[in-house]
């Protein structure tokens, strides 16, 4: 069975610099695919940013990056920059790929603050 | 914006009533994902609906059941509502099964039942 662990219930980060949100993940799958989600108080599920596991180099979307460790089973998010609209919670989640859109597993999620 | 559209924000029930939850995929999506996010938790998987059928079901009694239409938006019911069914009900869009695919999601409907 899959699992997302996020340990850091909230972080803060002062405006403009960076910060590492955690991701620890447990599948059996050799193929499956980790993803970052934000969710303002709003409601709604960002995509911000996706690395396949046979992908080798790190993913980066603008000022996300994913820190991807295989052999650690970490995926962590690297928001540099940070800005005061990037307070939120951020989701960290997992799906196995084999057999194509399968469901997603989440995690419990980071609550990001960023101090002006 | 995803283009991901859900109806109603918001729903008050009490418990023991039906409700139903709607939602409109991306243009070019055919399948469509429901989750439910209960508070201070992430979303859990309640099923997928991929081409009009039932693709995939979590842990989630008989009473959640859905549709999905020929355009592809869908439906989610749940029968008998408990007061544990209060939450925030997120639907999500993604296209044809493919590696890597991203699912993308609408602004959710959140239910509180009483």
């Known amino acids: 069975a899959q699992k997302i662990t996020q340990t850091q219930p909230g972080m803060f980060v002062q405006e403009k610099e960076a910060v590492t949100l955690d991701c620890t993940y447990d599948t059996s799958d050799p193929s499956y695919g980790l993803f970052w989600y934000k969710q303002p108080s709003s409601g709604e599920m960002i995509f911000l940013i996706y690395q396949g596991s046979y992908d080798q180099q790190n993913a980066t979307e603008g000022r996300y990056s994913l820190n991807f460790q295989k052999a650690r089973k970490s995926a962590n998010l690297v928001i540099s920059a940070s800005q005061l609209g990037d307070s939120a919670m951020y989701f960290c989640?997992?799906?196995?790929?084999?057999?194509?859109?399968?469901?997603?597993?989440f995690g419990k999620g980071t609550r990001l603050s960023v101090i002006a | 914006e995803t283009g991901v559209t859900q109806s109603p924000t918001h729903l008050i029930k009490t418990r023991g009533q039906q409700v139903t939850l709607r939602c409109s995929s991306q243009s070019g999506h055919n399948t469509v994902s429901w989750y439910q996010q209960a508070l201070g938790q992430g979303p859990q998987f309640i099923f997928q609906y991929y081409r009009e059928e039932e693709n995939g079901r979590g842990n989630f009694p008989p009473r959640f059941s859905g549709l999905q239409f020929p355009n592809y938006s869908s439906e989610l019911n749940v029968n008998a509502l408990e007061l544990d069914d209060s939450a925030l009900y997120l639907c999500?869009?993604?296209?044809?099964?493919?590696?890597?695919?991203?699912?993308?999601f609408g602004p959710g409907t959140r239910l509180l039942v009483l």
């Open positions: 989640a997992m799906r196995e790929e084999n057999s194509g859109n399968t469901p997603l597993v």
């Open positions: 999500a869009s993604s296209r044809e099964r493919a590696y890597g695919e991203t699912q993308y």
